[in-house]
């Protein structure tokens, strides 16, 4: 699970979720009542109606929610659909029910009036976040390398927790530490002079022509083996720092944290580290 692959949109579900289960506690009916006349039945909320919760307000709420986890949670299927196609299914049946609903009520209260507002900014999240750029990018962008430090007099260099000991980056200047997640050493993650030997057994450009380098993506893309398999074997996630080996074509082979090596083929407005 990483959080870090949310995108702005998926920030715009999560607040219309917010709103729409507050709206679920207010009146649905605008009616003043006389105060010589019992009128209980106009003050109720969502919660007093039984179609109106599952239908319009949880039927919302549990479509962002869906939608979140097939974020945080990529590749999780119901019956052969993806839990996101699903989410997007619940925002927009929550915002047709409501639509007629108060079109429905003559003198709509508070709760149906916020809670129109409410699923319509979540059905137009849920469809709009995967079309729009501005919406997909992400909500916590990248953590940024960690500055070199002088250390103190005396002191030798590569002390302390998260040091990469010494090795640099791809067009790093002496002095400066790997980005965070590169220390030496670190089990499935090749340092880049090991990993621009073995380059030239993937096949791709020579060590001598490309020079391994740390990046990470603006949005989770996908990662496909090198066999050429149309099904990818990972997804690279906004946030985290990955070790591109290799050039292939338009594309670069790229390792994750566990060691597993696959083709990027989307390069694009990649952050190099």
């Given amino acids: ?51 109106a919760l599952m239908g319009i307000y949880l039927a919302g709420i549990i479509g962002a929610a869906l939608l979140i986890v097939s974020r945080v949670m990529p590749g999780r299927k119901v019956v052969g659909f993806e839990l996101g196609q699903f989410g997007a299914a619940f925002t927009v049946y929550a915002l047709w029910t409501m639509f007629w609903t108060i079109i429905d009520a003559g003198d709509a209260g508070a709760g149906l009036i916020l809670g129109l507002l409410a699923t319509l900014v979540l059905a137009g999240g849920a469809v709009a976040t995967p079309l729009v750029p501005a919406l997909k990018a992400p909500m916590l962008g990248a953590p940024r390398p960690p500055q070199a430090v002088q250390p103190p007099y005396g002191q030798q260099p590569g002390q302390g927790y998260g040091y990469p000991g010494g090795q640099q980056t791809f067009g790093a200047q002496p002095g400066q530490q790997q980005p965070y997640g590169a220390q030496q050493g670190q089990p499935g993650q090749p340092q880049p002079q090991a990993a621009a030997q073995q380059a030239p057994q993937g096949g791709g450009a020579p060590a ?65 580290g």
């Fill in 208 to 272: 001598g022509d490309f020079t391994p380098f740390w990046f990470a993506v603006p949005v989770a893309r996908p990662l496909y083996g090198e066999d050429g398999a149309p099904n990818p074997i990972a997804e690279l996630a906004p946030g985290t720092w990955y070790l591109a080996v290799e050039q292939r074509g338009p594309g670069l082979i790229a390792q994750t944290q566990d060691g597993r090596r696959g083709v990027l083929q989307d390069t694009s407005g990649i952050q190099r």
């Fill in 1 to 51: 699970m990483n959080i870090r692959s949310l995108s702005r949109g998926d920030g715009v579900v999560i607040g219309a979720a917010v709103v729409l289960f507050i709206a679920s506690f207010l009146d649905l009916s605008g009616y003043e009542c006389p105060s010589d006349v019992d009128c209980s039945g106009y003050s109720a909320n969502a919660w007093d109606s039984l179609s």
